[in-house]
């Protein structure tokens, strides 16, 4: 009996072990690139948002094809000018295509873009939005059909 507890305490030991180990060799893209840094400047950067009255209107839904992309950034109901403001679009379903696109203000604090969406499916949407002050971004995921 003793051999039998020794041998599944090795074993246990063994797999506890190798789950370790494969789950350190391959994150399989579930935990993001300096997750700890980003994490820790995020309070801070929504108290300073808060404290700006940053307001960032994003787009109702997107569709496949071409879409017209604006985005409406405002400081305490006021258009935020001048702004580097930028839309990336990856398709998660697909995991053949990832692009950025800069955005043009039309007018004080409308942002467009023309972006083409080629497939169908679940798609990982950020807009960038940096100035001198700030650096912030808003991310969601979309169903495309």
Not at 68 to 91: H, K, M, Q
Request: charged letters at 25%; a negative charge.
């Amino acid at each position: 009996m003793k051999i039998f507890l020794y041998a599944l305490y090795t074993l246990f030991l063994f797999a506890m072990a190798m789950g370790f180990y494969v789950a350190y060799r391959g994150a399989e893209g579930l935990v993001e690139e300096n997750y700890y840094e980003k994490a820790t400047g995020y309070f801070s950067t929504k108290e300073l948002e808060d404290s700006l009255g940053l307001k960032i209107i994003l787009p109702d839904s997107l569709k496949k094809g071409n879409n017209a992309v604006e985005v409406f950034v405002f400081l305490e109901d006021r258009p935020f000018c001048r702004a580097e403001v930028t839309f990336f679009a990856g398709s998660v379903s697909q995991k053949s295509y990832d692009a950025e696109y800069s955005m043009i203000e039309d007018l004080p604090g409308i942002y467009t873009a023309d972006v083409p969406l080629p497939f169908s499916g679940k798609w990982f949407v950020r807009v960038d939005v940096a100035d001198t002050t700030i650096k912030t971004s808003r991310r969601w995921f979309t169903e495309i059909e």
